[in-house]
């Protein structure tokens, strides 16, 4: 199996910046694609940003040109650079992991149990 953990949540002003990481452990054989989702209180899990191994990205509308995704393949490491922070940011943060695992055949998700990012004056 694949372990995901989050780090970097907490409380920030409107217009700060909070930087997320997702450590995977595990029986790692190769991790594609890595994400960042959210979910805030009574909506659905939204995609934020994934990137491919090659590095390729992609970004949702909402945090284009604020938000930043890298990963570290050797470290199996994904951050989540996060700049002028809205209040409508405020959620949990969710890693994803698109990985083959030690003894299972084929790509499979794994989840992390996400994060708190609260964005409040």
């Known amino acids: 199996q694949v372990q995901l953990v989050e780090s970097g949540g907490g409380l920030v002003q409107p217009g700060g910046s909070l930087r997320l990481a997702c450590a995977a452990s595990?029986?790692?054989?190769?991790?594609?694609?890595m994400a960042w989702y959210r979910q805030a209180p009574g909506k659905g899990r939204e995609l934020v940003a994934d990137?491919?191994?090659?590095?390729?990205?992609y970004y949702a509308d909402s945090v284009r040109g604020r938000f930043t995704i890298s990963r570290d393949n050797a470290k199996n490491v994904m951050y989540l650079q996060m700049n002028g922070l809205k209040p409508e940011d405020a959620a949990v943060y969710y890693c994803?992991?698109?990985?083959?695992?030690?003894?299972?055949?084929?790509?499979?998700?794994?989840w992390g149990e996400g994060t708190l990012v609260t964005v409040s004056s």
């Open positions: 994803k992991a698109v990985a083959v695992a030690g003894g299972v055949v084929g790509y499979r998700d794994f």
């Open positions: 990137i491919a191994s090659g590095g390729s990205t």
């Open positions: 595990g029986r790692i054989v190769s991790i594609h694609t």
